[in-house]
């Protein structure tokens, strides 16, 4: 079988990975026999245990070959074809739904949401006034039957005329609650799903009651759900997107529920109790246009990566009752609502083998490889398990098939087998027994497996890393200097290259006249480089160049730095009472390594910095600090010459290319001015963005900011207001 792909763009600025309109060819009546066949079993793998051999991508593809295959062939349609039908026609039970519960037509793009609501349009004889907008969330369907306020039943959509009674599901479900607000008899209808956190604990859980794992929170809850005995408790999600009334229902409130508009009965059904999208990062919105509705599509496609749990699309509905009735239902879905599909972020594929590497801290990571797979328009081949722990808590093994999916939209991770696949040839993963890099004893007594060396297991990378451009600059040293330096014992750390002596260097390879007095002359410069340079240079874990300008900010000495207790590193903006421990001891490990620095002359301080509060000032410490949130900017009351500063607690977006007296300036040093600024430089526009600088050139972020109302300057109006910073 082979894919046609329609060169077609979808609307979002992503890539098409790969277009949703890609699909299986099927040539002939007995290809199309098997498409058929293959897609039932994977369409009752997927409804019952939540354990298909497709995964999504796979699946639709397939579906719309056989489509395409039927449209050309009408005759022969076999009868156990999935098109057309709710669940592919694999769904069961025996509990009849009050009203279909259906599925949902899809499109694709901007266009095709224009073709969709101009055919509503005509179907209606005149335009929707008002539209809901909502996350399509990625688990299942639930039917939740309320009596007199109690939740009496909750049944699966199956078929979609009737679906399988799961009721002692109760209780597992999050934001269902047991009782409503009022006691009303009344059907909610919404999602159940697991959130991340959710999916990770019930698989640990299933895997150390020796079970295997779900391959991802979809099937999780799917399989969750239906499961009636099980040895330990698991946790689920539920966010209604509909209400409807029962037999029993009031006739007044079964009169209001059949006038109100929907955005109206999520208002409703929230008040009653049960959560709704309302309290996530994409709640359900209402528009008025097609063009803020394809906006809002954008809105919720581009927070979709930083959810914790999984949506697969938005739902678009006409909101008002009346637009509803009148549009009415296919056999198969609702003509009032579409699912505007986004693309597949999970993808199945193969581990072939586990690498372990050392960092420059010494860490000991495992580094999953993959069988190449195409995941959001980029192929994956490596990804990221944590530890060694989290291995056996996926119940990994060598050749298994997994699910993968790229976290914050880039670091690819692998999430669990597929372990209905395994064909018995899977191996255990072997974790080593000594360092990969130096053979020393490995230092298993944290999550983190670490070299007993330490940093100086793998010198070469945490030199390479202190002298790189953000952090001491240092010119003309590069990647085989270093390793000759390293390897001759000429250097244990960074700190060692300020002792390095002219003939030292002229001893190595390719090393002449002038690239020595060259490289003495910039190790000489790195001496005065700001705190923050200095500190970044450190390579503490957890410590990227913004964070070490807070903190040299925020200390302003080395000697504050390093006196200071977990509570004072939380003071600084983004440590938390996790990070803060680690800070100090990591801080305290490096002692050694500062002191020596110290000893070479290099500078300590951070110039421009307020300096630490003097002992025995409180000052925001102590028991007030509490009320200071965690993302709010903290050196604001700490002392007083920080309030006088020009973007003093404003998040600052740059984009587009930068003009006039910042002209030169890298887009790192930008972001250090907004910071000296008492600013802080930020990578995305939202609502939370206080000031946006738009070179030219500027694109989606100036129209974001535009349509959010953040306030615009261009480099100029900019370079003015800091301009004693500069
Ligand atoms: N991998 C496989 O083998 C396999 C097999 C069958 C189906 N599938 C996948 O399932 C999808 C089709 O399944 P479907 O028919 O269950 O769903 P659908 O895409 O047709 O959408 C309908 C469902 O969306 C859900 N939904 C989520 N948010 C909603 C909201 N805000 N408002 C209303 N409904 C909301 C409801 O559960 C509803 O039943 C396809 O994308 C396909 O890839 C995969
Ligand atoms: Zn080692």
């Given at each position: 079988?082979?894919?046609?792909?329609?060169?077609?763009?979808?609307?979002?600025?992503?890539?098409?990975?790969?277009?949703?309109?890609?699909?299986?060819?099927?040539?002939?009546?007995?290809?199309?026999?098997?498409?058929?066949?293959?897609?039932?079993?994977?369409?009752?793998?997927?409804?019952?245990?939540?354990?298909?051999?497709?995964?999504?991508?796979?699946?639709?593809?397939?579906?719309?070959?056989?489509?395409?295959?039927?449209?050309?062939?009408?005759?022969?349609?076999?009868?156990?074809?999935?098109?057309?039908?709710?669940?592919?026609?694999?769904?069961?039970?025996?509990?009849?739904?009050?009203?279909?519960?259906?599925?949902?037509?899809?499109?694709?793009?901007?266009?095709?949401?224009?073709?969709?609501?101009?055919?509503?349009?005509?179907?209606?004889?005149?335009?929707?006034?008002?539209?809901?907008?909502?996350?399509?969330?990625?688990?299942?369907?639930?039917?939740?039957?309320?009596?007199?306020?109690?939740?009496?039943?909750?049944?699966?959509?199956?078929?979609?005329?009737?679906?399988?009674?799961?009721?002692?599901?109760?209780?597992?479900?999050?934001?269902?609650?047991?009782?409503?607000?009022?006691?009303?008899?009344?059907?909610?209808?919404?999602?159940?799903?697991?959130?991340?956190?959710?999916?990770?604990?019930?698989?640990?859980?299933?895997?150390?009651?020796?079970?295997?794992?779900?391959?991802?929170?979809?099937?999780?809850?799917?399989?969750?759900?239906?499961?009636?005995?099980?040895?330990?408790?698991?946790?689920?999600?539920?966010?209604?997107?509909?209400?409807?009334?029962?037999?029993?229902?009031?006739?007044?409130?079964?009169?209001?529920?059949?006038?109100?508009?929907?955005?109206?009965?999520?208002?409703?059904?929230?008040?009653?109790?049960?959560?709704?999208?309302?309290?996530?990062?994409?709640?359900?919105?209402?528009?008025?246009?097609?063009?803020?509705?394809?906006?809002?599509?954008?809105?919720?496609?581009?927070?979709?990566?930083?959810?914790?749990?999984?949506?697969?699309?938005?739902?678009?509905?006409?909101?008002?009752?009346?637009?509803?009735?009148?549009?009415?239902?296919?056999?198969?879905?609702?003509?009032?609502?579409?699912?505007?599909?986004?693309?597949?972020?999970?993808?199945?594929?193969?581990?072939?083998?586990?690498e372990w590497n050392v960092g420059r801290t010494g860490i000991i990571a495992p580094r999953?490889?993959?069988?190449?797979?195409?995941?959001?328009?980029?192929?994956?081949?490596y990804?990221t398990?944590?530890?060694?722990?989290?291995?056996?808590?996926?119940?990994?093994?060598?050749?298994?098939?997994?699910?993968?999916?790229?976290?914050?939209?880039?670091i690819?991770?692998?999430?669990?087998?597929?372990?209905?696949?395994?064909?018995?040839?899977?191996?255990?993963?072997?974790?080593p027994?000594a360092c990969p890099r130096c053979g020393e004893a490995i230092d298993?007594s944290q999550?983190r497996w670490r070299c007993v060396r330490g940093r100086a297991c793998h010198a070469v990378a945490s030199v390479r890393y202190a002298v790189g451009r953000d952090q001491l600059d240092i010119e003309g040293l590069g990647e085989k200097i270093i390793d000759q330096l390293v390897d001759t014992g000429l250097i244990t750390d960074f700190a060692d290259l300020f002792a390095l002596t002219r003939e030292q260097l002229l001893g190595l390879e390719r090393m002449g006249q002038t690239s020595t007095a060259n490289l003495l002359a910039a190790i000489e410069g790195a001496k005065a480089k700001p705190l923050s340079k200095v500190f970044c240079a450190l390579g503490v874990r957890g410590t990227g160049r913004s964070m070490s300008r807070r903190i040299a900010r925020h200390f302003a000495t080395m000697d504050a730095v390093r006196a200071a207790d977990a509570?004072a590193f939380?003071?600084v903006e983004g440590i938390?009472?996790?990070k803060a421990p680690v800070l100090v001891a990591e801080i305290a490990e490096l002692g050694p390594l500062i002191a020596k620095l110290a000893a070479a002359g290099v500078n300590m301080t951070e110039p421009g910095a307020p300096g630490p509060?003097?002992?025995?000032?409180?000052?925001?410490?102590?028991?007030?600090?509490?009320?200071?949130?965690?993302?709010?900017?903290?050196?604001?009351?700490?002392?007083?010459?920080?309030?006088?500063?020009?973007?003093?607690?404003?998040?600052?977006?740059?984009?587009?290319?930068?003009?006039?007296?910042?002209?030169n300036l890298t887009r790192n040093q930008v972001n250090e001015l907004i910071e000296r600024?008492?600013?802080?430089a930020?990578s995305?526009?939202?609502?939370?963005?206080?000031?946006?600088?738009?070179?030219?050139?500027?694109?989606?972020?100036?129209?974001?900011?535009?349509?959010?109302?953040?306030?615009?300057?261009?480099?100029?109006?900019?370079?003015?207001?800091?301009?004693?910073l500069l």
């Amino acid at each position: 079988m082979t894919e046609t792909t329609p060169g077609r763009p979808l609307v979002g600025g992503r890539p098409p990975a790969p277009p949703a309109t890609a699909r299986t060819e099927i040539g002939d009546q007995a290809a199309y026999a098997a498409a058929v066949q293959t897609a039932v079993a994977a369409s009752a793998a997927y409804y019952g245990e939540g354990d298909s051999p497709l995964d999504d991508d796979v699946f639709d593809r397939l579906v719309r070959g056989i489509a395409a295959y039927e449209a050309g062939h009408p005759g022969h349609v076999l009868p156990d074809s999935p098109t057309g039908k709710v669940a592919g026609g694999a769904g069961i039970g025996d509990v009849p739904h009050t009203v279909p519960m259906l599925s949902l037509d899809n499109v694709f793009s901007a266009e095709g949401l224009r073709a969709w609501a101009a055919g509503l349009t005509r179907r209606l004889g005149r335009e929707v006034e008002v539209w809901s907008v909502e996350p399509k969330l990625d688990g299942l369907a639930i039917s939740a039957r309320y009596s007199g306020g109690r939740l009496a039943r909750l049944v699966t959509r199956g078929d979609g005329a009737a679906g399988e009674d799961v009721s002692h599901g109760m209780g597992m479900i999050i934001g269902l609650p047991a009782r409503l607000a009022e006691p009303v008899t009344v059907e909610l209808r919404g999602e159940v799903l697991m959130t991340r956190a959710q999916f990770e604990d019930a698989n640990a859980a299933r895997t150390a009651a020796g079970g295997a794992a779900f391959a991802n929170p979809r099937s999780a809850a799917a399989g969750s759900l239906r499961a009636k005995d099980r040895p330990y408790q698991v946790e689920m999600t539920f966010f209604a997107y509909g209400a409807l009334p029962l037999e029993g229902t009031g006739e007044d409130l079964a009169a209001r529920l059949r006038a109100m508009p929907h955005s109206a009965i999520m208002e409703y059904v929230a008040a009653l109790g049960a959560h709704t999208t309302a309290a996530t990062r994409v709640p359900a919105v209402t528009a008025t246009t097609l063009e803020r509705l394809q906006e809002r599509v954008e809105e919720i496609a581009a927070l979709r990566a930083g959810l914790d749990f999984g949506i697969d699309g938005i739902v678009v509905k006409a909101d008002a009752a009346a637009d509803q009735a009148q549009a009415g239902l296919s056999s198969r879905a609702p003509r009032w609502a579409v699912a505007y599909k986004l693309p597949a972020v999970e993808k199945i594929t193969r581990l072939l083998a586990v690498e372990w590497n050392v960092g420059r801290t010494g860490i000991i990571a495992p580094r999953a490889v993959l069988e190449p797979v195409e995941v959001e328009g980029s192929t994956v081949t490596y990804a990221t398990l944590h530890n060694a722990a989290d291995i056996a808590r996926r119940g990994l093994m060598l050749g298994d098939h997994v699910t993968v999916y790229k976290a914050g939209d880039v670091i690819p991770r692998v999430q669990a087998p597929v372990a209905h696949l395994r064909t018995g040839g899977e191996r255990p993963i072997e974790a080593p027994s000594a360092c990969p890099r130096c053979g020393e004893a490995i230092d298993v007594s944290q999550q983190r497996w670490r070299c007993v060396r330490g940093r100086a297991c793998h010198a070469v990378a945490s030199v390479r890393y202190a002298v790189g451009r953000d952090q001491l600059d240092i010119e003309g040293l590069g990647e085989k200097i270093i390793d000759q330096l390293v390897d001759t014992g000429l250097i244990t750390d960074f700190a060692d290259l300020f002792a390095l002596t002219r003939e030292q260097l002229l001893g190595l390879e390719r090393m002449g006249q002038t690239s020595t007095a060259n490289l003495l002359a910039a190790i000489e410069g790195a001496k005065a480089k700001p705190l923050s340079k200095v500190f970044c240079a450190l390579g503490v874990r957890g410590t990227g160049r913004s964070m070490s300008r807070r903190i040299a900010r925020h200390f302003a000495t080395m000697d504050a730095v390093r006196a200071a207790d977990a509570e004072a590193f939380q003071l600084v903006e983004g440590i938390g009472p996790e990070k803060a421990p680690v800070l100090v001891a990591e801080i305290a490990e490096l002692g050694p390594l500062i002191a020596k620095l110290a000893a070479a002359g290099v500078n300590m301080t951070e110039p421009g910095a307020p300096g630490p509060v003097p002992a025995g000032t409180p000052a925001g410490t102590g028991t007030g600090t509490t009320q200071t949130p965690v993302t709010g900017p903290k050196d604001a009351g700490a002392s007083a010459p920080a309030a006088a500063l020009p973007l003093e607690g404003m998040s600052v977006v740059v984009t587009g290319s930068m003009s006039g007296p910042l002209e030169n300036l890298t887009r790192n040093q930008v972001n250090e001015l907004i910071e000296r600024a008492g600013g802080r430089a930020s990578s995305s526009v939202s609502a939370r963005t206080s000031l946006l600088v738009a070179g030219d050139k500027a694109g989606s972020k100036k129209a974001k900011a535009g349509k959010l109302g953040v306030e615009t300057v261009t480099p100029e109006e900019f370079a003015a207001r800091v301009a004693d910073l500069l």
